[in-house]
């Protein structure tokens, strides 16, 4: 069975899906199980949680605050 991850390219910024086997049960997936994925957007290898679909080294998606200007 496949199922879909969904990630942003860091190079374009355009979101991108992308489907892998689901060959083990999700319950023996480790939560840090990254798999390479080729991505159609920029055309480079990109490491993709393939629970979160977050990117290897990709930071939390909470906002920074910017500093007002004057």
Do not use: W
Request: glycine share 4%.
């Amino acid at each position: 069975m496949q199922r879909q991850i969904l990630f942003r390219c860091p190079r374009t910024g355009m979101n991108v899906q992308h489907r892998i086997d689901d060959a083990r049960p999700e319950s023996f997936e480790p939560a840090d199980s990254y798999v390479s994925v080729r991505c159609p957007a920029c055309m480079s290898l990109h490491f993709v949680n393939s629970t979160t679909g977050k990117l290897l080294g990709e930071r939390s998606a909470q906002p920074v605050p910017m500093p007002r200007s004057a």
